[in-house]
């Protein structure tokens, strides 16, 4: 499965910005994470197909919308109220029914990478 991102850009603080992944092939479920300069990659969402289930990191809540289209294999994310800690390359994934959907392991699959830039 290959996946592609787009939607990231510079947003001023307060902003808003969609992102949105395509996958290639069917998946259990997708997810996104990002990676801030000099910090690991943290998750940021997910969304679960055959259960039509979503979870957030605490960091996002009540902000980010993870919504999709299991039919074209499409994911989107919307950040509203973005901050400069919001700032990082954001990566969609695509895995199987197995492990912590909260972590990078359950995950087999993942895209190039997007960058967002929230400036204050």
């Known amino acids: 499965v290959q996946l592609q991102a787009s939607g990231g850009g510079l947003v001023q603080a307060g902003g808003s910005l969609r992102l949105s992944c395509a996958a290639s092939?069917?998946?259990?479920?997708m997810g996104w994470f990002r990676q801030a300069p000099g910090k690991e990659r943290e998750f940021v969402a997910r969304?679960?197909?055959?259960?039509?289930?979503?979870y957030y990191a605490d960091s996002v809540k009540g902000r980010f919308t993870i919504s999709g289209d299991a039919a074209k294999n499409t994911v989107y994310l919307q950040m509203n109220i973005l901050t400069p800690e919001d700032t990082a390359v954001y990566y969609c994934?695509?895995?199987?029914?197995?492990?912590?959907?909260?972590?990078?392991?359950?995950?087999?699959?993942w895209g190039q990478g997007t960058l967002v830039t929230v400036s204050s």
């Open positions: 092939g069917r998946t259990y479920r």
């Open positions: 994934a695509a895995g199987g029914p197995r492990g912590i959907s909260a972590s990078a392991n359950a995950y087999d699959f």
């Open positions: 969304i679960s197909w055959s259960i039509a289930s979503t």
